[in-house]
């Protein structure tokens, strides 16, 4: 099939395009990539500049017979004639109150920094007595007080519990926690927190954790992007910036150093077990010294069987039900494996596998490597 004069003229120009492109990609591969490029906001924090926790104690009214049972829980007897009188209503003494619609509660929230009054947070309401569910109660207007038991924020509203439950006839079935609620946006800041932000000359910043390497490059890369002697490392988690005196350079600022990039150098070599879990975690800075391992495991077998006593016909006897238990041990012999060294953490992961023991077998078998000199890593049980 013959092309037509007009075809090559079309061709021509998406040839070129796709050349260009082509060019691109190269370009783009060849350029050295940074290696673990982070910004300064993810590895540092102005100091002060923080959330602050708020607590409460309240009422939850509206239950539909799941509040908390008086008898067993005075306080919340108390709490609801406290309210009362505050209202104008006074109980008889001597009264006894069946409340089975109200529970009390203890609330919860985080006040973020910069929030102003009138702001709306979220907050956590979770029972103190024996209530058996909050679901579709409503928290009656609670104030939140901070560490210095002033009065931050004030909560108030309709609960939404991510779960349900029903029982009858000694029968029950629950579908997750119904004894803790949430109520989004369901507190309204009173009073204002202040910050450092607007105050002296200069400001610091706080590193996530304390190395020193880290801080020299976060006074570095301000030095270099705001002019020399902008900021300074004073030790291994602070780092000391000097300010703009204006209020609007001074967020403008901020904004700047926070998106501010540095390359750091490979983090320090760690191993983080957790002992309740059975979980091992480690970064990519762990090495593995050659050695040698042996690991078998130990089980032991209790089986219980019921044996009935029954006397003569003719006895003066009764009849007894006997326990016999049978204990057996069983170890398993665990073979000698020689473990290589490794540089890198595929090496160190493959070298572990060969050993076939199972997350909880690991944190004895490590502790004892690290005892060895084997393992060129921090270890952390948490």
């Known amino acids: ?28 591969l060849a350029l050295p990539v940074p290696a673990h490029a982070v910004r300064i906001k993810e590895v540092a924090a102005v100091q002060g500049v923080r959330n602050n926790q708020l607590t409460g104690y309240g009422l ?46 203890m609330v919860t929230a985080v006040l973020p920094p910069f929030a102003v009054p009138g702001q709306a947070i979220d907050v956590n309401v979770s029972s103190m007595g024996n209530s058996k ?49 949430r109520i989004p946006e369901g507190a309204t800041v009173e009073r204002e927190v202040a910050t450092p932000l607007q105050q002296g000359e200069v400001l610091s910043l706080g590193l996530n954790a304390a190395d020193f390497d880290t801080a020299r490059q976060v006074a570095q890369a301000i030095n270099r992007a705001k002019g020399t002697g902008t900021a300074m490392a004073l030790d291994g988690r602070v780092v000391r910036v000097r300010m703009p005196v204006g209020a609007g350079e001074r967020v403008a600022f901020l904004a700047d150093i926070e998106n501010l990039q540095l390359e750091l150098a490979r983090p320090a070599a760690k191993v983080v077990l957790n ?52 204990i057996s041990i069983t170890q398993q012999g ?49």
């Not at 007897?77 to 109200?102: E, F, H, I, K, Y």
């Not at 108030?156 to 119904?178: D, E, P, R, T, Y």
């Not at 032991?300 to 003066?316: D, E, H, K, R």
């Open 275 to 326: 002992a309740r879990t059975g979980s091992v975690v480690m970064n990519e800075a762990v090495t593995l010294g050659a050695c040698a391992v042996a690991h078998g495991s130990l089980s032991v077998t209790i089986n219980t069987t019921p044996q009935v006593s029954q006397p003569n016909a003719f006895g003066q006897g009764q009849t007894v039900v006997t326990q016999k238990s049978d």
């Open 60 to 105: 939850v009214v509206g239950l539909d017979g799941t509040g908390d049972q008086t008898t067993q829980t005075p306080f919340t007897t108390q709490s609801l004639n406290a309210m009362l009188q505050q209202m104008g209503v006074t109980v008889p003494p001597g009264t006894t109150m069946q409340l089975r619609n109200v529970a009390a509660v």
């Open 334 to 382: 665990g073979n000698l494996v020689q473990m290589p060294a490794g540089t890198k953490l595929a090496d160190v992961v493959k070298a572990l596998n060969l050993l076939g023991a199972t997350p909880q077998d690991l944190l004895a078998i490590l502790q004892a490597m690290k005892s060895a000199g084997a393992l060129n890593a921090e270890l952390e049980v948490i």
């Open 1 to 28: 099939m013959a092309l037509s004069p007009f075809e090559p003229r079309r061709l021509l120009p998406r040839l070129l395009s796709l050349g260009a492109l082509l060019c691109v990609l190269a370009l783009a």
């Open 133 to 181: 569910s909050l679901r579709g109660g409503t928290l009656v207007a609670t104030p939140l007080k901070g560490a210095d038991g002033q009065i931050y924020a004030l909560a108030q509203g309709n609960l939404v519990v991510g779960g349900a439950g029903a029982s009858a006839n000694g029968s029950k079935v629950q579908i997750n926690h119904l004894s803790a609620g």
